[in-house]
């Protein structure tokens, strides 16, 4: 079964930096499209980005093209979400997702806090 862990999030002024990491149990970690969505207070959850089990094809919302960059290591298990020039309305819960199997996000990680300060 798999499971996904997430770390790195905390509280950043305006224009920071947060570096979040979502480490996978399982040995066909490399076969899975992975994702971040987010969810803001009192808001919907929303997708993201996504990327392809090589890191060959992304996909962003358009609000965080430029600012925050997906990447994933295969070898480790880990996907990895650079997130600069933080704005509070980047302010939410970042959950990985991964696609296992089917044909949409089915497994989810607990989620890890971010809060951008103006």
């Known amino acids: 079964q798999v499971q996904l862990v997430e770390s790195g999030g905390g509280l950043v002024q305006a224009g920071g930096s947060l570096r979040l990491s979502c480490a996978a149990s399982?040995?066909?970690?490399?076969?899975?499209?992975m994702g971040w969505f987010r969810q803001a207070p009192g808001k919907e959850r929303e997708f993201v980005v996504g990327?392809?089990?090589?890191?060959?094809?992304?996909n962003y919302l358009d609000s965080v093209k430029g600012r925050f960059t997906i990447s994933r290591d295969n070898a480790k298990n880990t996907v990895y979400l650079q997130m600069n020039s933080l704005t509070p309305e980047d302010t939410g819960v970042y959950y990985c997702?991964?696609?296992?199997?089917?044909?949409?996000?089915?497994?989810w990680g607990q989620g890890t806090q971010v809060t951008v300060s103006s």
């Open positions: 997702a991964a696609i296992v199997q089917a044909t949409t996000y089915n497994v």
């Open positions: 399982g040995r066909t970690f490399s076969r899975y499209f």
């Open positions: 990327i392809s089990w090589s890191g060959g094809i992304t």
